[in-house]
């Protein structure tokens, strides 16, 4: 559950937590399809040592190095279900290796960049970027909502586990099978009340006359700024080194 | 018996959610804990079956270290019932939800099903056996999720909010089940924001705020002192709101008692 944690936004007044969430959406768009096109493991970590002066500018180290202590057991399930196949097939182990590794750095770029993106917009900022991008507003709340009720869920789902315990649950007895029908106890409780939770948000949204008016204006609007500009030259100019580095290699 | 010595824990937030808590409850003591929001008291039960385990003290259940045993042992002689039902019930009908602690304690069938027959007795469950428990009333839940717990017998019991929802009469219910449950030699705690359940049925009050207690003893001697009540936020009885604005000179919690003295400070205006 501590994954969830690492993605929930923190207010911050660094560069990186000012700066307009469009910019930054370049810059995980970009940073995104690099690690997505790279293949080499050396250029894939080059990337990942790209994320630690971002972390630290926006000073989300902890909470950043939870998300990847989080995400750690799913990183070793791609390592090995990589390996194991191709080991088998190939028959060549230094092969099959390169290319788990690549697959995991992969993954831990991945978490690293959206972390890095979601711990520093604020769910409104992003909201609001979006429908100046001319998303339509009901997509764009239905994301943010989305985005915001995950560390509700997580607390939830905590509160529930807390609660099957004190019955005598022991979610991690017996074998992979009965491991995972002891969820069931969490899990139904768990969905029931997200319906009942959407249901009363919906309820509420109607009774603060939510969609009366056709065409909806903002109290603040975004606006990019020269950092803007800055940051993202910078992103641009970092990406087309890392991808030069990457045909070097 | 429950010995707390000196137990702090934080959530990480840098706020100590419990600070340095000592208290001990003896075997068939019937006691509240009562405090504004956030004083820690959740955090405190949530330490004596283990869901949470001291940072700094340690919390000794029936001779055990809570440090050195499994939720699943300590809920045995713990039954915790958690203040929101819709985090228990998940089975198909009530009987299946109550016989889900007894079955994973690992009872025999004939136990469980003479527990089952008797919480559904007992908490006027009986007509609702084959019903989902989603189906019903809030209050109905609150009582199938006490029951679920009481229903295998643990020498504690801990109840974090048990009246929010009932009506009265479910209340002066539910206050004859504890204090029978009491009576058969259980001890009970309740945390509860409900000041006048405390005055009415229970003995002995221990009042937290921000992570501490900061009074703990009979409820007809707390209750009624007013720095504790402000220090808390807590909502004083009635009655000692009473006694406080009438200047009475031993303020009560106590219907009889007040009356009587209300009757004697009339007497003496008359001469």
């Known amino acids: 559950m501590k994954v969830f944690k690492a993605f929930e936004y923190r207010r911050g007044s660094t560069i990186l937590h000012r700066i307009d969430p ?3 959406l370049v810059y995980l768009i970009l940073f995104t399809s690099l690690t997505v096109y790279f293949t080499k493991p050396l250029a894939l970590l080059i990337i990942f040592l790209s994320f630690l002066p971002m972390v630290h500018v926006g000073k989300i180290s902890t909470r950043w190095s939870q998300s990847l202590r989080g995400s750690l057991f799913f990183i070793v399930f791609i390592f090995v279900f990589n390996f194991v196949p191709t080991a088998y ?12 590794i690549a697959m995991s750095l992969r993954f831990l770029n991945l978490i690293s960049v959206f972390s890095i993106f979601f711990l520093t917009t604020s769910p409104e900022d992003l909201t609001q970027s979006m429908v100046q991008l001319k998303i339509p507003y009901d997509y764009a709340l239905t994301f943010n909502m989305a985005m915001r009720f995950v560390p509700t869920l997580s607390r939830e789902a905590q509160y529930i586990m807390d609660a099957q315990r004190s019955r005598g649950l022991e979610m991690e007895r017996g074998n992979f099978v009965s491991r995972i029908r002891n969820y069931i106890p969490v899990l139904i409780p768990l969905i029931i009340s997200s319906f009942r ?51 070097l290699l | 018996m429950i010995r707390i010595e000196g137990v702090t824990y934080s959530y990480g937030d840098g706020i100590n959610a419990l600070d340095g808590v000592d208290l001990e409850v003896k075997d068939s ?167 006048e359940f405390v005055a009415d049925f229970i003995p ?68």
């Open chain 1, 22 to 24: 469009r910019s930054k």
């Open chain 1, 89 to 100: 097939y190939s028959g060549n182990l230094f092969d099959a290796a390169i290319s788990a």
């Open chain 1, 197 to 247: 939770r959407a249901e009363l948000v919906a309820d509420a949204m109607e009774s603060r006359a939510f969609g009366a008016s056709k065409k909806r204006t903002s109290l603040y609007v975004l606006k990019m700024g020269r950092g803007d500009l800055l940051f993202v030259s910078a992103a641009i100019g970092s990406a087309l080194v890392l991808f030069a580095v990457n045909l």
């Open chain 2, 29 to 195: 003591e019937l006691l509240a804990i009562v405090g504004e929001n956030g004083a820690g008291k959740t955090t405190l039960v949530k330490h004596l079956n283990g869901l949470l385990k001291p940072q700094r003290g340690r919390v000794i259940v029936e001779g055990v270290d809570t440090k050195e045993t499994t939720v699943a042992t300590l809920a045995k002689k713990v039954g915790l019932v958690f203040q929101n039902p819709d985090h228990m019930l998940f089975a198909e009908t009530v009987e299946k939800e109550l016989s889900f602690a007894l079955t994973n304690f690992g009872l025999p069938p004939e136990e469980i099903a003479k527990r089952v027959e008797w919480a559904l007795i007992e908490f006027k469950l009986s007509n609702y056996r084959d019903r989902s428990p989603f189906t019903l009333s809030g209050g109905e839940k609150k009582r199938v999720s006490l029951a679920s717990v009481l229903c295998y017998d643990p020498q504690i019991i801990v109840l974090d909010e048990p009246t929010t929802g009932q009506d009265s009469l479910q209340k002066t219910r539910l206050a004859s089940t504890l204090a029978n449950l009491n009576r058969q030699g259980k001890t009970v705690i309740v945390v509860t924001h409900d000041i």
């Open chain 2, 204 to 271: 002995r009050v221990v009042v937290m705020s921000r992570g501490k207690i900061i009074a703990d003893g009979p409820t007809e001697e707390i209750l009624i002192r007013k720095d504790v009540m402000e220090a808390s936020s807590i909502l004083p009885p009635q009655l000692a709101e009473l006694s406080w604005k009438m200047g009475l000179n031993s303020p009560s919690i106590n219907t009889d008692m007040i009356v009587e003295e209300i009757r004697q400070m009339l007497r003496g205006e008359q001469k």
